[in-house]
């Protein structure tokens, strides 16, 4: 059974930055796709940023609201997922899930925001 811990949320001012970071435990790292997704009230559960593992190419993408600013990136030794937020907005405020798929790809997860394996989240908050 796999499980995903995302840290890292937190207050910050517009501008700013944030490291999120998610530890994954149960899943073959090589051999997943692993990706940011964010939720604020009232708005439907969004796909940011999503990487699929070295086994299936690396390949990376990325939400058009959080490109240029937001890089995913793993530690593979560390079994964990980071996302590097830059140049916050007030409209990146939101509830961070981290999530772990190991049958689907990331063009699929991001699409549905439909994943196997979620974490609890962490709340990101920008002050204009």
């Known amino acids: 059974q796999g499980q995903v811990t995302e840290s890292g949320g937190g207050l910050v001012e517009t501008g700013g930055s944030l490291r999120l970071s998610c530890t994954a435990s149960?899943?073959?790292?090589?051999?997943?796709?692993m990706g940011w997704f964010r939720q604020s009230p009232g708005k439907a559960r969004e796909g940011v940023a999503c990487i699929n593992g070295k086994a299936h190419g690396g390949s990376y993408f990325y939400a058009e609201s959080v490109q240029g600013r937001f890089t995913i990136s793993t530690d593979n030794d560390k079994n964990t997922l980071y996302l590097q937020m830059n140049n916050l907005k007030p409209e990146d405020t939101a509830m961070y899930y981290c999530a772990a798929d190991p049958a689907k790809g990331c063009r699929y997860l991001l699409q549905s925001s439909n994943a196997r394996y979620w974490g609890q989240g962490t709340q990101v908050t920008v002050s204009s």
């Open positions: 149960g899943v073959d790292f090589d051999d997943v796709a």
